[in-house]
Nanobody
Framework: QVQLVESGGGLVQPGGSLRLSCAAS????????MAWFRQTPGSEREFVAS????????NYADSVKGRFTISRDNAKNTVYLQMNSLKPEDTAVYYC?????????WGQGTQVTVSS
């Protein structure tokens, strides 16, 4: 079955960097667009970034544009989120997402905490 496993979260100081990874299995990775979302307690899950099947097209939330970079390696069935210049407001659980038409699947999430 579809499985998405996020890793790379942790505690980082403001201005620091982290790289999240999402390893995919159970489906043909290169046939699905991928995205990252994040969620804080009491808030709805919000879009962070997305990437097309080949990786040629990317989209970002305004709040992360210029600081975060999404990429994918179809040979490794993995999508990444490079996060630079992190701010305390980036603190959240980050979720990996695959989608195709009306189908979506989610990972279990990884916690990112930005604090001094």
């Amino acid at each position: 079955q579809v499985q998405l496993v996020e890793s790379g979260g942790g505690l980082v100081q403001p201005g620091g960097s982290l790289r999240l990874s999402c390893a995919a299995s159970g489906f043909t990775f290169s046939n699905y667009a991928m995205a990252w979302f994040r969620q804080t307690p009491g808030s709805e899950r919000e879009f962070v970034a997305s990437i097309s099947l080949s990786g040629s097209n990317t989209n970002y939330a305004d709040s992360v544009k210029g600081r975060f970079t999404i990429s994918r390696d179809n040979a490794k069935n993995t999508v990444y989120l490079q996060m630079n210049s992190l701010k305390p407001e980036d603190t959240a659980v980050y979720y990996c997402n695959c989608y195709r038409g009306t189908y979506r699947a989610w990972g279990q999430g990884t916690q990112v905490t930005v604090s001094s």
